[in-house]
Each structure stands twice: as C-alpha cells, then as structure tokens.
C-alpha cells in the first residue's frame, strides 16, 4: 500500500479507505498514538480490554483491529500468551514494535472491510484471519474514523466469530461545534469522508443491529467521560 509525504514530510495513508490521520509509522503520529493507548488503559483500569478473557483457557484466535503502533496488540498477546494474536493495520507497523512483540504475535496489512465472504481472496486476511467461524475475539480502538461501513464490518465479523465469541471495540464521540455556529465538527467529516466520528453513542445500537442475527446477548456497554481541556 502506497504512502504520500505532505505537509513537512508527514506521512499518510495512500489507499480508498477512510482514515485521514497520519499513518501509524510516522513518528510524530507512532508518539501521539502510544500516549493515545496509555491514556486508555490508565482510564478504564490498567488493562487493554474489558472483554472477561483473562480467566477463559480457551481463546486460541485473536485479531487486533486498526492496531496502529501495534501497542495494543502487544498487550493483549502478552494477556492471552497460549493464543495467535494478529495485528491488523493499513500499514506496517514500526519496527520498534516488532522488535518488542512476543512471539505469538502475527502482523498483517489490509482493510479489514475489504474481505468479500463471496469472492474470497488469497490475501492474510481472508486465507487466515476472518476464516468463517475461525476467531475467538475481535479487539478495536478507535476506529471511528477508520470505518465508513459499521453495517458490512459486523457482517463481516459475524461470519468470523465462533459461537460464544467475543467482539470488543472502544471508540469515541467527537461532539465539537466551531465557536459561534450551529456547524458540528462530525457533520463536516461525515459529508466529507463518510466516516462517523460519533460511534461510540451508536455503538451499543449498532452492535444490537447488526449482530442480532447470530446472538441474542444484549453485550455490555461501559461509558466513559473525558476532558480535552488542561487543567488550570
């Protein structure tokens, strides 16, 4: 997947898919995404993931959705150590993660909306990742400006997901309005890229939605409040 070097070298995403962001091998972006993940583990408890797997013995299937730095990902392989964990991104992660991952670690590259469960390809992600009832956990982080189709990516994991697996996915609300409008900031990018920069409120009904076909489980949903102010 190509890459394009603009505004002070600053590298981003050269593909169809909706994020916008620097991609998770420029430096600057690797920093603010690490501090990114920090900042949510300390908030939800220490750990990377809520989902009850720590005391499960048989999660042996594993995909970190978007995983960025591959921080996460690393994280969860050391959690669940007996399990093959695959790191999912648009592009490579940095080698500095790669250096630190625990060998139970496999990183592919690819757009996870892109696997066709009707014309399969021979790529990673549909030979060894999102094989039909394959996965035992779906881990993501704000994915929010990643995923333009929450619909087809449920489809998606639907297919993967074993019986009784679990699929978890922290994301957030960007409610912000420029000073003196009524113009609301996720409105803009919506119209602009498709994407839904307000998931996170949607999340709970979109999982009932597009999963009621294959659990009738209502989930569980914990909300979280943060501040994008410094304090004084």
Known sequence: MASVKIDNQRRYHGTSAAYVLPKANDIVEQDRLDAQAAAIVEMIGGYPFLAPLRTSDNISKVVDVGCGTGVATIQIATALPSATIYGLDLTPVPES???????????????????????????????????????????????????????????????????????????????????????????????????????????????????????SEEGLHQKYTITIARKP
């Open 97 to 215: 993660s790669k250096n630190l991952a625990p060998e139970n670690i496999i990183w592919a590259q690819g757009n996870a909306l892109d696997v066709n469960y009707h014309q399969p390809s021979n790529d990673v992600m549909s030979r060894e990742i999102f094989t039909p009832a394959g996965l035992d956990y779906i881990f993501g982080r704000m994915l929010f400006l990643g995923i333009n189709n929450w619909p087809r990516y449920f489809s998606i994991a639907s297919h993967a997901l074993k019986s009784g697996a679990m699929m978890e996915h922290q994301d957030l609300d960007w409610k912000f309005y420029r000073v003196g409008t009524s113009e609301c900031y996720p409105e803009l990018l919506r119209k602009m890229l498709g994407a839904d920069v307000v998931t996170g409120e949607k999340l709970e009904a979109l999982t009932k939605a597009c999963l009621h076909d294959i659990t």
